[in-house]
Nanobody, 126 residues
Framework: QVQLVESGGGLVQAGGSLRLSCAAS????????IGWFRQAPGKEREFVAT????????YFADSVKGRFTISRDNAKNTVYLQMKSLKPEDTAVYYC???????????????????WGQGTQVTVSS
């Protein structure tokens, strides 16, 4: 089992940047595929980005492609989501999630992730 804690959220103006961190504890971190999802008020949770176990494959939602990057430091048990050129529509609670099934190299689907953090609020003002 793995525990996930997100940090780095906050209030930023449109066009600004934030870096979210997802710190993990528990079993071997490098075994897990990690994903970032977000949920805005009144909307369903949506996929943002994912990174495979080795950190050499990443995938992004079209809405954030070119603006967000995802990386991981397995030695520090941490995944980062660097967000640039933020827009008001990026406002949401951001969650990191871990897939420990070992059957997938990545996943864009929330139900494939077994472990979730508590979320961190990102608010982008116009």
């Amino acid at each position: 089992q793995v525990q996930l804690v997100e940090s780095g959220g906050g209030l930023v103006q449109a066009g600004g940047s934030l870096r979210l961190s997802c710190a993990a504890s528990g079993r071997t971190f490098s075994y897990y595929v990690i994903g970032w999802f977000r949920q805005a008020p009144g909307k369903e949770r949506e996929f943002v980005a994912t990174i495979n176990r080795g950190g050499d494959r990443t995938y992004f939602a079209d809405s954030v492609k070119g603006r967000f990057t995802i990386s991981r430091d397995n030695a520090k048990n941490t995944v980062y989501l660097q967000m640039k050129s933020l827009k008001p529509e990026d406002t949401a609670v951001y969650y990191c999630a871990a897939d420990g099934s070992g059957s997938r190299d990545y996943s864009l689907i929330a139900r494939n992730y077994q472990y979730w953090g508590q979320g961190t609020q990102v608010t982008v003002s116009s």
